[in-house]
């Protein structure tokens, strides 16, 4: 049995803490699973909803998960059918990946756009403060360390530093509409 397991089924004797050191080892690799998805569905929501729905399931002495990494490997799964029947709830699934097509463990290559680039740059400087260190730091530090972290480097509760990263996507999201981008072009 992993650490995951392991803190995973801790939750189940009403260890409040375990199900937070849990949720702080696999909220990056469910968000990252969430790629394909992120044009179609909120995907924030989706990670939110995820953990909330592992809560109920580890407190739920009737099921038992095994297998190694049971509980990430379930999570995972449970996050992709909420993302795909949100899609599907908000008719888009045309921005959902093929049911057929294998899921890749390495996103391809983006072709550069100099143009699109320069935009974005000139509508991060339009950003407000606060937005804007959130969004950097979670650029900076995405692949290292939980928001939960970063948030406390920027002296922010975690609730304050997730606010800050959606404020700061609509602000730019705006800017970039405002400069001829549709938003639906810029995310196929």
Partial sequence: MTEIDQLFEAVGFGHVKAFASWMGRVERPIRLSLRAYARAVDVEGIVQETLLRMWT???????????????LRFAIGMARNLARNEARRLRREHLL???DMPDPGVPPEPTPDPGLARAIADCMKRLARKPLEAL???IEHQAHD??????ARLGMTVNAFLQNIVRARRQLGDCLVRKGIP??????
């Fill in 57 to 71: 399931l580890g407190n739920d002495g009737s099921r038992r998960l095994d297998g190694e990494n049971a509980s």
């Fill in 136 to 138: 950097r730091a979670r």
């Fill in 97 to 99: 990946p093929p049911d």
């Fill in 146 to 151: 939980p928001d939960r972290d970063i948030a």
């Fill in 183 to 188: 938003l639906e072009e810029m995310l196929r």
